[in-house]
């Protein structure tokens, strides 16, 4: 396993990660150093991701240094070296448990992973959404569709959205948001569901950051009360499409976050 960072000029970072991020679907860790630059670090098997010139292609002249070094095959311990958590619009603070609590004007947020589930915080779609989500006010009901870890459900009852529900088809997903729910000490319905299946819970507001399929079934299944929807999981050339799924069920864009790779949107019905 490797650990490949880029150190480029926090001025750049958006412009790089524009570029970046379709070339690393699997995420990358942004961290703000002590000397005004930022470090993009991702982590790969020997043999997969782009090789240097492309990565140096992708930073240009922003790059400061790039890094490749050898990395601990187990998943926790990687984890426990590398990680310092995340902050999301200088409020809320997710980190793993292994990494001290933030200043205490920042909303702790305790995410760990165990078996590997996703939505932590490190990848850009979950970090979108949470931006997206401190734009709403908190109240009603929130639903948390694709729930990984269940960083955004967990951000969301910690902001005052109640009831919380987290659905995801996975078991280790859900299992895993359950142990965070009782770290953080939240009350958050969790449910393994296919939502390509069945309907997702009628809330006001729900995130759902889930491939495109996933967000044809639920825009075809919205109840009437959801509001809000924090749109995911979708690139710039899927976007056109699943947008055209729930503005037949009556939402449009109010903010769009993303480049060329991830997209995020905060979408609110308009149908009346």
């Avoid at 729930?147 to 919380?164: D, E, H, K, N, S």
Wanted: charged fraction near 20%.
């Amino acid at each position: 396993m490797r650990r490949i960072a880029l150190t480029v000029r926090d001025d750049a970072v958006e412009d790089v990660l524009d570029v970046l991020l379709p070339l690393l679907p699997q995420g990358v860790h942004p961290e703000p150093l002590p000397d005004g630059n930022t470090e993009l670090a991702y982590f790969a098997r020997h043999g997969e991701g782009p090789e240097e010139p492309q990565l140096r292609a992708a930073a240009g002249d922003a790059l400061v240094a790039l890094m490749d070094e050898e990395a601990p095959e187990d998943r926790d311990e990687r984890r426990r070296r590398y990680s310092r958590g995340v902050v999301v619009g200088d409020r809320i603070h997710l980190r793993p448990s292994s990494v001290a609590p933030g200043p205490p004007d920042l909303i702790d947020v305790v995410v760990d992973a165990p078996g590997g589930a996703f939505g932590t915080g490190a990848h850009p779609t979950t970090r979108m959404c949470l931006e997206l989500l401190l734009a709403l006010a908190p109240g009603g009901a929130f639903a948390d569709l694709g729930c990984g870890a269940g960083a955004l459900a967990l951000a969301a009852a910690r902001l005052g959205w109640a009831p919380v529900f987290a659905v995801d088809h996975e078991e280790r997903s859900v299992e895993a948001t359950r142990l965070n729910a009782e770290a953080n000490g939240l009350r958050i319905e969790v449910v393994q569901a296919d939502l390509t299946a069945v309907p997702p819970p009628p809330a006001p507001t729900l995130a759902a950051n889930v491939p495109p399929q996933v967000h044809a079934a639920v825009a075809a299944r919205l109840a009437p009360v959801t509001a809000f929807v924090l749109l995911s999981g979708v690139v710039e050339s899927e976007l056109a499409e699943t947008l055209g799924a729930y503005a037949a069920a009556g939402l449009t864009p109010l903010q769009r976050l993303g480049g060329a790779g991830w997209q995020a949107l905060l979408l609110e019905r308009s149908d009346g």
